[in-house]
C-alpha cells in the first residue's frame, strides 16, 4: 500500500493527484466555486445582472459545492483548504438565505445588519490572508483582493454607497485571480508540467 503524503505536501493551490492518483483535488472544485460565483455577485453589484442567478448559483456551487470542497480538504489533511472553502462555503449559504428572507419577509435584515455581516467576514479574511500569502503569490493575491474587496463593502455599507461599486469592479479581478489558480493546478496536471505559474511564497 502507498504510503500517504505528507502535511507538507498538500496544500490548496498545489495538486497532489496526477493521472494514476486515487483522489483529485477538490481545490479545483473550491476555488471554481468561490471564483465563479463571486465574479456573478459583482455583475450584480456593478449592475449589470439581476440577484437571481446569484441567490441560485450562490447556494449551489458557491455554498454546497465549495462546503463540500472544504470538508475533502480536511480528509486530506490540509487545514488551510478545510477551513476557507468550508467557512465560504456557509459565507455563500448564509448570504443567500439572508437574500431570500429579505424577499419573503422571513427574518429581515437590514442594510447595516449586512454591513456588519460584512465586518465578521472582513476580520475572517484578514486572519486567513497571510496563510495564503505564505502557500504562493497567486493565493496570497486572491486574498488581498479578497479582503481589499470586503473592506471596501464595508465602508459602502456605512458610507458612501460608490465604495460597493468600486469593490465590485475589485472583486471581479479577485474572482479572476482564483480561476487563474485554479486553472494552474488543473492544468500542471493535465500537461505534467506548471502552464500557469502562481509564483513563490510572499512571505516566508
Known sequence: MNASPSHEQISAAEPVAHPHATH????VVGLAGFGMTTILLQFH?????????????????????????????????????????????CFWIA???????????????SHADIGWFLVIWTIYTAVMTPGAMRANAGLGLVFITLLTGFI???IGHFGPAVFNVIAGYELMLCGVLALYVMAHTIYKDAFGRDVLPVGKPMIG
Do not use: D, M, R
Not at 24 to 27: L, Q, R, V, W
Open 24 to 27: 483529485g483535488n477538490p481545490a
Open 95 to 109: 448570504l443567500c438565505l439572508i437574500q431570500i428572507g429579505n424577499a419573503t419577509g422571513l427574518f429581515p435584515v
Open 45 to 89: 453589484n456593478v449592475g449589470w445582472a439581476s440577484l437571481g442567478p446569484v441567490i441560485w448559483t450562490g447556494l449551489i456551487f458557491g455554498g454546497l459545492a465549495q462546503l463540500i470542497a472544504g470538508l475533502h480538504e480536511g480528509k486530506i489533511g490540509n487545514n488551510f483548504g478545510y477551513t476557507a472553502f468550508t467557512s465560504y462555503g
Open 152 to 154: 471596501l463593502l464595508v
